[in-house]
């Protein structure tokens, strides 16, 4: 059974820094791609940033330079490290899996957290 548990979401400043985890269990890890999506209330999900198996990254154009994609292939891991946060980037943000390559379509996903809450106060 795969499970993706997202953890390191809270209430910060605008300005301020946060680190997303998401440990994967039930996968053959080192040979998934691994995606961070985000979605606010009535809104649909939006990809924020994806890693595939090679090392290969991709950023939306809103969070580039300020959010880092890595991954920890020996602990089933992959990390969200995001700098400079605004108001804007506040919303609930899921890690999701494949054994595709990397894709900025949420449909591609077949694997979902249930999500951790990022707050950025103004």
């Known amino acids: 059974q795969v499970q993706l548990v997202e953890s390191g979401g809270g209430l910060v400043q605008a300005g301020g820094s946060l680190r997303l985890s998401c440990a994967a269990s039930?996968?053959?890890?080192?040979?998934?791609?691994m995606a961070w999506f985000r979605q606010t209330p009535g809104k649909e999900r939006e990809f924020v940033a994806t890693?595939?198996?090679?090392?290969?990254?991709l950023y939306s154009d809103s969070v580039k330079g300020r959010f880092t994609i890595s991954r920890d292939n020996a602990k089933g891991s992959v990390f969200l490290q995001m700098n400079s946060l605004k108001p804007e980037d506040t919303a609930n943000y899921y890690c999701?899996?494949?054994?595709?390559?990397?894709?900025?379509?949420?449909?591609?996903?077949?694997?979902w957290g249930q999500g951790t809450q990022v707050t950025v106060s103004s």
């Open positions: 039930g996968l053959t890890f080192s040979s998934t791609t």
């Open positions: 999701a899996a494949n054994y595709g390559g990397a894709r900025i379509d949420a449909s591609l996903y077949e694997y």
């Open positions: 890693m595939n198996w090679n090392g290969g990254r």
